[in-house]
C-alpha cells in the first residue's frame, strides 16, 4: 500500500516528521530515498523532534551512523540514523554494521537505503522524497504491514496534506 502526503516548506516536513515520530516503536525500520536536497534529513529531523531528541540532528554523511537516546510512549530507546551515501559495494553494508542495529528498542532511519535493499526486512516503512530546490515535495510512504497502515492513519489525522 501506499500513502502520499504534499509538503509546501521545510517547516511542513519538519511537522510531517513530528506527527510520525509520535507513532514511531522500537524495532521500525524507515527508509528514507530521494535526491540530494530532497529533505531526508529534514524528515528526520522531524522524526527526533517527535521522540523527544532536542540534540542537533545532521545528516550522518561523514560518520555514516549516528546514534541518540529516545523516548516513546514514555519508554528509552535509540534512534539510530544512517546515511549510506557514501558507500560503494553493498558488502560495505555488512561492515559498517547496517544490520546490527535493526534491534527492538531502535528506530532506524537509513537515508540513501538502494544500497542496503538486500539487508532489509520486508516489514519496514518505505519513504520517498521526489522535489527540490523550492518546489513542493511529494512524499510516498510505502509499506507491507496493517500495524504501518494504522500508524500512518493517525498521522494523516495530524497533517492533512494528502496528495
Ligand atoms: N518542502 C520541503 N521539505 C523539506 N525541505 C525543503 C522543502 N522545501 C525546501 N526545502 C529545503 O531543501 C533542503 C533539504 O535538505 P536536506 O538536508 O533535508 O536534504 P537531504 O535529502 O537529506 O539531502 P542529502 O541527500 O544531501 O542528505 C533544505 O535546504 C530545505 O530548506
Ligand atoms: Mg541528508
Redesign the pocket.
Known amino acids: 500500500m501506499d500513502y502520499v502526503f504534499k509538503?509546501?516548506?521545510?517547516e511542513?516536513?519538519l511537522k510531517l516528521g513530528r506527527s510520525l515520530g509520535n507513532v514511531l516503536q522500537g524495532g521500525d525500520i524507515l527508509c528514507l530515498a530521494?535526491?540530494?536536497?530532497?529533505?531526508?534529513?529534514?524528515l528526520a529531523q522531524g522524526i527526533a523532534a517527535g521522540l523527544g531528541i532536542s540534540a542537533v540532528v545532521t545528516?550522518p554523511?561523514f560518520t555514516l551512523i549516528q546514534e541518540y537516546a529516545a523516548s516513546s510512549q514514555g519508554k528509552s530507546l535509540r534512534l539510530v540514523h544512517m546515511?549510506l551515501?557514501r558507500l560503494q559495494h553493498p558488502e560495505e553494508v555488512e561492515v559498517i554494521g547496517v544490520e546490527d542495529a535493526f534491534q527492538i528498542d531502535a528506530i532506524c532511519l537509513i537515508?540513501?537505503p538502494e544500497i542496503a535493499k538486500d539487508y532489509l526486512p520486508e516489514d519496514r516503512l518505505d519513504i520517498l522524497?521526489q522535489?527540490?530546490?523550492?518546489d513542493?515535495?511529494v512524499l510516498t510512504f510505502q509499506f507491507q504491514t496493517e500495524g504501518w497502515q494504522k500508524r500512518l492513519e493517525q498521522v494523516l489525522s495530524e497533517y492533512p496534506q494528502r496528495g
Open positions: 509538503s509546501q516548506s521545510k511542513a516536513t530521494g535526491d540530494l536536497g530532497a529533505g531526508k534529513t529534514a545528516s554523511t546515511d551515501y537515508e540513501w522524497i522535489g527540490s530546490g523550492e513542493t515535495r
